[in-house]
Structures are given as structure tokens and as C-alpha cells.
């Protein structure tokens, strides 16, 4: 199992190295859609198939947003110039190699904080919350349902569907507010 | 253990794509990772070694379930993250239409 | 797109639209739910506009009716959460209806309701979204 997964992670994270460095922008799309369908993958390896059949919708939604936003505008990426001049360092290689040092040190600061974050970890497989057994044995009887998920997702944590409710609203107000045209009054 | 050191350096490359990339778009597909690692890792920690897929099936419930919470996070984020994005492909057409071109670094006018 | 596009999609988007009504209302018995049953549901009115072209309709008026609906799906899923507050155990998010045998379709009281409000709230703002962004296309390069 954790072999499976670790070949399936390296193909996810080959397909994003290229993503961040294809030429075309619909090349980057597709590189996406590898890592993303890749999860879903990995969801039903883990046993959660609510959180696979939501991905593998949510992905192809996501993936027709972006094409449909690139498509008529511009396909061809910006023309990356970070060689260095004859006469010493062009304008665009210090901030290139600015971003890089900043790319580093924030690297550290979150290593930092995975390494406290693992050592409190059993490992895989056999980590267990608090609060797993009283979910699975209370909720059948407690909520009614036969799916544990939902019955957590809607019973024991509703207040986080609510809100999540209220997100998809305001993305939606935010979404009709900036792409509004001007009244041609 | 290893999995969730690549899941890690998933993290990474996504964040190296925010912080360095020139096109918006690169920028909303670099954001787009660091999401995905974060579902796959609170995934991985609900994990159980022969769990069942947490669905009762009727019969006597002494089985092994897999952890239920995570799974319940991991779906609101996931939708969560889809506003999200909608939302910065929004502003990155609207940017489009005004300095026809997705470079951060020509779009410096504050004047409308 | 030709012809054969056309009808096919036609054909493909009802049975999209049965399956994400059925993902929706079995929410409480196998994997699935009211947010995967809604962007079914969604996916059906997309797949017919990005088949025949946005010129065909008048997609404002569309979106307009997208948008009402939404709204009013999150209205009813806010007052039957509030009607928690005065039937059954008086708590807010309280599950007032009557629970029924496990494994059957009507039960699990008030979760199924809760399931078709999202799944209509999180279609719909999907189809707005698309359709906001499909007309500001057009606008900008006709």
C-alpha cells in the first residue's frame, strides 16, 4: 500500500515540476489535470470514496474554468530571459534569483514546523484521533444514516456545512461583482 | 513515512510555483497544488492498516472502520477550494481585458 | 460543432442530470452526497453550453434564473436548520424529524433534506459562475 502510493505521489509530483515549466499554457493545464486525477487515484487507495467521486467532479469543472479562461486570450507562456548579459547581471536575474532565496527560506521555516509535525505521528496506518471510536460506534444509531461521512458531515459537524454554504454564496456575489460590465446607458 | 515526505515536496513545488512564476495562471496552477497536498496529507492521517470504507453495512459492527473526520474536513476544503479558484481566474480575465497580457510585472498602474 | 455533437449531448445531458439526482437523494446511504450530486447537476447545463455555442440562448436570462435559485435553495437550508431551534430537542442543527429503520430511504430524518438543498444551492452556483465568466468572454472579443 504505501509502495502504491509512493509511485503514484513521484508521477504527481514529475507531472507538477512540469507544469510550472511547460511553454504553453494548455500543456500547464493538462499537467495539472494529471496531479488532480492522480488524487483521485489515491483517495479510493485510502478507502474514501465520497472525497474521490467530489474530486474527480470538481477537477473537471476546475480544469473547464481555467481553459475557458486562457483559451481566447493567450496560449503562448511570457518569454523567460534569465541568462546573464555580457555586462554583468541583467534586471531580470536579481529578482529571479531574489524569489529563489525567498523560495528557500520559506522551505526551511515550513520544514521546520513538518519535522515537530511527524515526530507526533504514529506511523502510517496506524494513527488513530481521539475522537475516531465515538464516531464509529455512536453515529449509525445517532444520526440514522448508514454513511458515516455524511452523518458527520451534517449532524456532528453541520456548523462547517453552513459555512461552507455561505463561502459558495460569496464567491458567487464576488464572482458576478467583478466581472460586471458597465451599463450602457 | 515516506509518503508523507513526498507529500511534503508536493507542497513545495506548489509553493515554489507561487512565488516564482511570472504568468497568473502559473500562479492560480501553483496554489491549485499546495491544496492537493493538503487533502492527500489529512487523508493519509485517517488511515487504518485493513479498514473498511466507512459505510455500514447492517451487519454485526465489529469490524475496523477507517476515521471518518478527516474525510468530513478534506470534503468541505475541497469545495472550498473550487470558490477559490473560480474566484482568481475571475480577477485574472478582468486583468486580461484592462492590460492584455497575464505578466505580473507590467501591470504596475494603479490609475484605472 | 456539427451536428452529431450536438445531438449527442443533448441525449447525454438528461442521463447526467438523472444520475446527479440519484447521487443526491441515496446521499445518506452509499458515498456521495449533496456537493458531488450538485455539481452533477451543474455539469449537465454546462455540457449543453459548451455544445451549442453561447449565441444559441440568451444567456442572461439564464444566469438571472441561476442565481434566484440559488438564493432561495441556502434560504430554505438556513430555516430548516432555524426550525431546529423550536421543534423536537430545541437546539439549532438539531435533527427534529423522525429517524426510521437504518438502511432504508426515507430516514435519517432531516439529512436528506439537507442534502437536496446544497445539492440545488451548489449547482446552481457553479452554472452562475460558468455562465458569468462564458459572457464576459464575449464581451471582450467578439
Same mark, same amino acid.
Do not use: W
Given at each position: 500500500?504505501?509502495?502504491?502510493?509512493?509511485?503514484?505521489?513521484?508521477?504527481?509530483?514529475?507531472?507538477?515540476?512540469?507544469?510550472?515549466?511547460?511553454?504553453?499554457?494548455?500543456?500547464?493545464?493538462?499537467?495539472?489535470?494529471?496531479?488532480?486525477?492522480?488524487?483521485?487515484?489515491?483517495?479510493?487507495?485510502?478507502?474514501?470514496?465520497?472525497?474521490?467521486?467530489?474530486?474527480?467532479?470538481?477537477?473537471?469543472?476546475?480544469?473547464?474554468?481555467?481553459?475557458?479562461?486562457?483559451?481566447?486570450?493567450?496560449?503562448?507562456?511570457?518569454?523567460?530571459?534569465?541568462?546573464?548579459?555580457?555586462?554583468?547581471?541583467?534586471?531580470?536575474?536579481?529578482?529571479?534569483?531574489?524569489?529563489?532565496?525567498?523560495?528557500?527560506?520559506?522551505?526551511?521555516?515550513?520544514?521546520?514546523?513538518?519535522?515537530?509535525?511527524?515526530?507526533?505521528?504514529?506511523?502510517?496506518?496506524?494513527?488513530?484521533?481521539?475522537?475516531?471510536?465515538?464516531?464509529?460506534?455512536?453515529?449509525?444509531?445517532?444520526?440514522?444514516?448508514?454513511?458515516?461521512?455524511?452523518?458527520?458531515?451534517?449532524?456532528?459537524?453541520?456548523?462547517?456545512?453552513?459555512?461552507?454554504?455561505?463561502?459558495?454564496?460569496?464567491?458567487?456575489?464576488?464572482?458576478?461583482?467583478?466581472?460586471?460590465?458597465?451599463?450602457?446607458? | 513515512?515516506?509518503?508523507?515526505?513526498?507529500?511534503?515536496?508536493?507542497?513545495?513545488?506548489?509553493?515554489?510555483?507561487?512565488?516564482?512564476?511570472?504568468?497568473?495562471?502559473?500562479?492560480?496552477?501553483?496554489?491549485?497544488?499546495?491544496?492537493?497536498?493538503?487533502?492527500?496529507?489529512?487523508?493519509?492521517?485517517?488511515?487504518?492498516?485493513?479498514?473498511?470504507?466507512?459505510?455500514?453495512?447492517?451487519?454485526?459492527?465489529?469490524?475496523?472502520?477507517?476515521?471518518?473526520?478527516?474525510?468530513?474536513?478534506?470534503?468541505?476544503?475541497?469545495?472550498?477550494?473550487?470558490?477559490?479558484?473560480?474566484?482568481?481566474?475571475?480577477?485574472?480575465?478582468?486583468?486580461?481585458?484592462?492590460?492584455?497580457?497575464?505578466?505580473?510585472?507590467?501591470?504596475?498602474?494603479?490609475?484605472? | 460543432?456539427?451536428?452529431?455533437?450536438?445531438?449527442?449531448?443533448?441525449?447525454?445531458?438528461?442521463?447526467?442530470?438523472?444520475? *446527479?439526482?440519484? %447521487?443526491?437523494?441515496?446521499?445518506? #446511504? @452509499?458515498?456521495? &452526497?449533496? $456537493?458531488? !450530486?450538485?455539481?452533477?447537476?451543474? =455539469?449537465?447545463?454546462?455540457?449543453?453550453?459548451?455544445?451549442?455555442?453561447?449565441?444559441?440562448?440568451?444567456?442572461?436570462?439564464?444566469?438571472?434564473?441561476?442565481?434566484?435559485?440559488? *438564493?432561495?435553495? %441556502?434560504?430554505?437550508?438556513?430555516? #430548516? @436548520?432555524?426550525? &431546529?431551534? $423550536?421543534? !423536537?430537542?430545541?437546539?439549532?442543527? =438539531?435533527?427534529?424529524?423522525?429517524?426510521?429503520?437504518?438502511?432504508?430511504?426515507?430516514?435519517?430524518?432531516?439529512?436528506?433534506?439537507?442534502?437536496?438543498?446544497?445539492?440545488?444551492?451548489?449547482?446552481?452556483?457553479?452554472?452562475?459562475?460558468? #455562465?458569468?465568466?462564458?459572457?464576459?468572454?464575449?464581451?471582450?472579443?467578439?
Amino acid at each position: 500500500m504505501e509502495l502504491t502510493l509512493s509511485i503514484l505521489l513521484i508521477f504527481m509530483i514529475i507531472g507538477a515540476i512540469y507544469a510550472l515549466f511547460a511553454k504553453d499554457l494548455l500543456s500547464a493545464l493538462i499537467s495539472c489535470g494529471i496531479v488532480g486525477y492522480g488524487l483521485v487515484i489515491c483517495f479510493m487507495l485510502l478507502k474514501a470514496p465520497d472525497l474521490a467521486i467530489v474530486q474527480i467532479v470538481v477537477e473537471s469543472i476546475s480544469l473547464i474554468l481555467m481553459v475557458a479562461v486562457v483559451h481566447n486570450s493567450t496560449r503562448q507562456d511570457l518569454k523567460e530571459k534569465i541568462v546573464i548579459y555580457e555586462r554583468g547581471l541583467s534586471f531580470i536575474n536579481v529578482k529571479f534569483l531574489f524569489n529563489v532565496m525567498s523560495f528557500l527560506i520559506l522551505a526551511l521555516f515550513f520544514l521546520f514546523f513538518f519535522r515537530q509535525a511527524i515526530a507526533c505521528l504514529e506511523p502510517f496506518g496506524k494513527h488513530t484521533t481521539r475522537m475516531a471510536t465515538a464516531y464509529i460506534e455512536n453515529a449509525a444509531q445517532n444520526t440514522g444514516s448508514v454513511n458515516l461521512v455524511t452523518g458527520v458531515v451534517f449532524d456532528f459537524r453541520g456548523y462547517d456545512t453552513l459555512g461552507e454554504a455561505t463561502i459558495l454564496v460569496t464567491a458567487v456575489i464576488g464572482v458576478l461583482t467583478i466581472l460586471r460590465l458597465k451599463g450602457r446607458k | 513515512m515516506i509518503v508523507f515526505i513526498l507529500c511534503f515536496i508536493l507542497f513545495l513545488v506548489g509553493l515554489f510555483g507561487v512565488l516564482t512564476s511570472r504568468n497568473i495562471i502559473k500562479i492560480v496552477i501553483g496554489l491549485s497544488f499546495m491544496e492537493f497536498s493538503v487533502f492527500l496529507f489529512l487523508a493519509l492521517i485517517g488511515y487504518v492498516d485493513n479498514g473498511q470504507i466507512p459505510i455500514v453495512s447492517g451487519e454485526a459492527t465489529s469490524r475496523v472502520y477507517v476515521d471518518p473526520l478527516p474525510q468530513a474536513m478534506v470534503l468541505t476544503a475541497i469545495v472550498i477550494g473550487l470558490a477559490t479558484n473560480a474566484m482568481l481566474l475571475a480577477v485574472a480575465i478582468r486583468i486580461y481585458k484592462k492590460f492584455r497580457t497575464f505578466d505580473i510585472r507590467k501591470i504596475t498602474s494603479l490609475k484605472g | 460543432m456539427s451536428i452529431i455533437v450536438k445531438k449527442v449531448c443533448q441525449l447525454i445531458s438528461g442521463i447526467i442530470f438523472l444520475y *446527479g439526482i440519484y %447521487i443526491i437523494l441515496h446521499g445518506h #446511504l @452509499t458515498p456521495g &452526497g449533496g $456537493f458531488a !450530486g450538485g455539481i452533477f447537476l451543474s =455539469g449537465a447545463f454546462i455540457l449543453l453550453v459548451l455544445a451549442n455555442g453561447s449565441h444559441v440562448m440568451n444567456l442572461r436570462h439564464e444566469e438571472e434564473k441561476a442565481s434566484v435559485i440559488e *438564493g432561495l435553495a %441556502i434560504l430554505i437550508f438556513v430555516l #430548516l @436548520t432555524a426550525a &431546529g431551534f $423550536f421543534i !423536537g430537542a430545541r437546539v439549532f442543527f =438539531g435533527n427534529f424529524l423522525p429517524k426510521g429503520h437504518l438502511g432504508e430511504l426515507i430516514s435519517a430524518g432531516v439529512i436528506p433534506l439537507y442534502n437536496i438543498m446544497v445539492g440545488i444551492e451548489v449547482g446552481a452556483s457553479l452554472l452562475t459562475i460558468f #455562465l458569468a465568466l462564458v459572457i464576459y468572454k464575449e464581451e471582450i472579443s467578439p
